[in-house]
């Protein structure tokens, strides 16, 4: 279940970011609701999984994948281009997480 909710925390996070961009600044309403719900709704459910997870896994985890996602939408939605360096970076905390998941024993609270 823990991992159910990091993963709700993670695209909670996601959204809210995105709504960020749209909010302008929180001169729009609708925008700067779906920021504020959207961070609360991931702290909320990244605090339900730190009961069981180790907190510095589930940060690790929870930021990774969250750059990723953004960097991806940014790319589709604001146009926003990475360079090869971009690529390899985000690569690089991709494979960060991937190690602490499957050769680590951290994630053990």
């Known amino acids: 279940m823990s991992w159910l909710y990091l ?15 749209f909010s302008d600044g929180f001169t729009k309403l609708v925008p700067s609701v779906v920021v504020v719900v959207g961070y609360g709704v991931s702290f909320y ?10 907190l510095g896994v589930v940060y690790a985890v929870w930021s990774g994948v969250g750059i990723a996602l953004i960097t ?38």
């Open 7 to 21: 993963a709700i925390a993670i695209l909670a996070e996601v959204i809210a970011t995105s709504a960020l961009k």
């Open 72 to 109: 991806i939408i940014s790319w589709f939605v604001f146009g926003q281009k990475l360079d090869i360096a971009g690529v390899i970076g985000i690569c690089l905390i991709a494979g960060g997480v991937l190690v602490l998941n499957v050769f680590s024993n951290a994630n053990i609270n």
């Open 45 to 54: 459910c990244l605090s339900l999984t730190i009961r069981h997870l180790s």
